[in-house]
């Protein structure tokens, strides 16, 4: 169905005035070195807990190299444009805090902060603009600025294989282990602050069970 879905916008392509369908920008091929290089400088200079095979890593992306030693990705790891990947600083642990299973891919604007741990197993796709967070930022103190405060001791994130969440989704755990069942779909702008089970379609704000659309095989 994607393959005809795919035939039938290429048949709308206006040719060119020499008759031919206009082909990918040459151009193009420049961006791509760019991302090549600059997931092997990566490789190769930034200490990371785990580097697999096949990673790419768009140029744009925010990795800092101290936080490096606390994020380990999987082989076939893909971070689209501008992406974001934060640890807590002054966290006295060294275990990796963001973990990418093999095959995740992350879309463009998508930002994963952890202080304690946030994993994705492996083949999760997240939509472009998704937040993965573990903590947060503390405000009790009214007399001390929000940004002066520090961040709370949050809790855990699991994001189980195959999940799917959906443009503009956040997942958010205050304290204890969050839970996103595999082969569950998070709808757009959902906000999920609780654990569901595998194979859930959740959405909304906060985000709520809809329906489970297959049952766990034993």
Same mark, same amino acid.
């Given at each position: 169905?994607?393959?005809?879905?795919?035939?039938?916008?290429?048949?709308?392509?206006?040719?060119?005035?020499?008759?031919?369908?206009? !082909?990918? *920008?040459?151009?193009? @091929?420049?961006? %791509?070195? =760019?991302?090549?290089?600059?997931?092997?400088?990566?490789?190769?200079?930034?200490?990371?807990?785990?580097?697999?095979?096949?990673?790419?890593?768009?140029?744009? @992306?925010?990795? /800092? =190299?101290?936080?490096?030693? %606390?994020?380990?990705? !999987?082989? /076939? &790891?893909?971070?689209?444009?501008?992406?974001?990947?934060?640890?807590?600083?002054?966290?006295? @642990?060294?275990?990796?805090?963001?973990?990418?299973?093999?095959?995740? %891919?992350?879309?463009?604007?998508?930002?994963?902060?952890?202080?304690?741990? &946030?994993?994705?197993?492996? *083949?999760?796709?997240?939509?472009?603009?998704?937040?993965?967070? *573990?903590?947060?930022?503390?405000?009790? *103190?009214?007399?001390?600025?929000?940004?002066?405060? $520090?961040?709370?001791? $949050?809790?855990?994130?699991?994001?189980?294989?195959?999940?799917?969440? #959906?443009?503009?989704?956040?997942?958010?755990?205050?304290?204890?282990?969050?839970?996103?069942?595999?082969?569950?779909?998070? #709808?757009?702008?959902?906000?999920?602050?609780?654990?569901?089970?595998?194979?859930?379609? &959740?959405?909304?704000?906060?985000?709520?069970?809809?329906?489970?659309?297959?049952?766990?095989?034993?």
């Amino acid at each position: 169905m994607l393959r005809s879905r795919l035939n039938e916008e290429e048949a709308t392509i206006p040719p060119a005035s020499d008759g031919r369908v206009p !082909g990918a *920008d040459p151009l193009s @091929c420049v961006g %791509r070195v =760019r991302v090549r290089l600059f997931t092997e400088w990566l490789r190769h200079v930034y200490p990371f807990a785990r580097f697999g095979d096949k990673v790419s890593i768009h140029y744009s @992306c925010d990795i /800092g =190299r101290q936080v490096a030693p %606390r994020i380990d990705l !999987g082989s /076939g &790891v893909f971070l689209g444009r501008d992406v974001w990947l934060n640890v807590v600083a002054g966290v006295p @642990c060294s275990a990796p805090a963001i973990i990418l299973g093999d095959g995740c %891919r992350i879309g463009r604007r998508c930002v994963i902060s952890a202080r304690n741990r &946030v994993c994705l197993e492996p *083949d999760v796709l997240l939509a472009p603009s998704v937040l993965i967070m *573990d903590h947060n930022h503390a405000y009790s *103190d009214p007399n001390l600025p929000i940004h002066a405060q $520090g961040t709370t001791t $949050g809790g855990k994130i699991v994001i189980g294989r195959n999940c799917w969440l #959906g443009y503009g989704a956040v997942v958010l755990c205050g304290k204890g282990e969050l839970v996103l069942g595999r082969n569950s779909i998070v #709808g757009a702008n959902a906000v999920v602050t609780q654990s569901f089970p595998p194979f859930s379609i &959740v959405a909304g704000n906060p985000a709520k069970l809809i329906r489970q659309y297959a049952t766990v095989q034993q």
